[in-house]
């Protein structure tokens, strides 16, 4: 009985935990590139420059990569201030 009971307890931290951090994600934007729009002559040039190198694939590499970096620096900080690593 006192086993079920703290089970209990446990998934309701655990499900508004999950509450929580579903709304903080809500409160964030989808992309901040989104709203961006350039002139017709910018997009036309960088249509050609696309055609002889491929900017939207290296921009879309470079964020993901930024990305696992920046998880990485943060992973490391976390670690550190739980004293797991030196």
Request: glycine share 4%; net charge positive.
């Amino acid at each position: 009985m006192l086993l079920n009971a703290i089970i209990w307890v446990i998934n309701v931290a655990i499900e508004s935990l999950g509450d929580i951090i579903r709304l903080f994600l809500s409160l964030l934007p989808n992309s901040p590139f989104q709203a961006i729009e350039m002139p017709a002559s910018v997009s036309k040039n960088l249509s050609y420059l696309n055609w002889l190198v491929p900017v939207n694939k290296i921009l879309g590499v470079f964020s993901l990569w930024l990305v696992a970096i920046a998880g990485f620096y943060l992973y490391q900080i976390i670690l550190r201030w739980v004293k797991a690593i030196e």
